[in-house]
């Protein structure tokens, strides 16, 4: 796993699948900043066990994201990005952990943030997803990158066999 601040220190080699988390690698909500999910599981975490506090917080999460607007985290760093998929014969796809019943709203949210793309997965956890979508899509190599440190290690034991490159995200502009 590669530690990262932004989208320029992604390397993309020729044939790769690309995939990509949404909130807080993407887009931002400012009223849930870099360690509010933390800090958020700490809290109910005094209450009640560990899965709970996660469900506890991902309700919490799926409010704010229904009636906040987003922004782009870094629109020109992402076009670049997008210049070397590109470049490199490269395909790439989003991957959430949002509920699939968000589809919608998270295909508006990401065309209001100037992000135009329509391959847009929901699954969690994410590490057979990743897994499927390799088996699916031929490619030499997978990029994942995503800023929750439990997704990367859980893409990173799945695909171990496999040419994988899991970058973890702590964006510069979060
Ligand atoms: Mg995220």
């Known amino acids: ?22 909130d807080n690698t993407l887009i931002k909500f400012n009223s849930m900043g870099k360690t509010w999910w933390k800090d958020r ?9 560990a899965e709970t506090a996660n469900k506890l917080v991902y309700d919490d999460w799926e409010v704010t994201l229904n009636i906040e607007i987003p922004e782009p985290l870094d629109c ?47 699954s969690y956890p994410k590490g057979k997803k990743v897994k499927e979508l390799y088996e699916q899509y031929e490619c030499d190599k997978i990029i994942f990158v995503d800023d929750h440190l439990d997704n990367v290690e859980d893409v990173e034991l ?16 979060l």
């Open 1 to 22: 796993m590669k530690k990262i601040k932004n989208y320029d220190e992604i390397i993309v080699k020729e044939n790769s699948l690309v995939i990509l988390d949404i």
């Open 41 to 49: 599981i700490e809290h109910y975490k005094q209450h009640t066990d």
């Open 158 to 173: 799945e695909m171990k066999e496999y040419n994988i490159e899991c970058y973890l995200l702590d964006h510069e502009n």
């Open 76 to 122: 020109d760093k992402y076009q670049d990005l997008l210049e070397r998929i590109k470049m490199t014969n490269s395909k790439l796809m989003l991957l959430t952990a949002r509920d699939i019943n968000l589809k919608d709203i998270t295909i508006n949210q990401l065309n209001d943030c100037g992000i135009q793309i329509k391959d847009v997965h929901h």
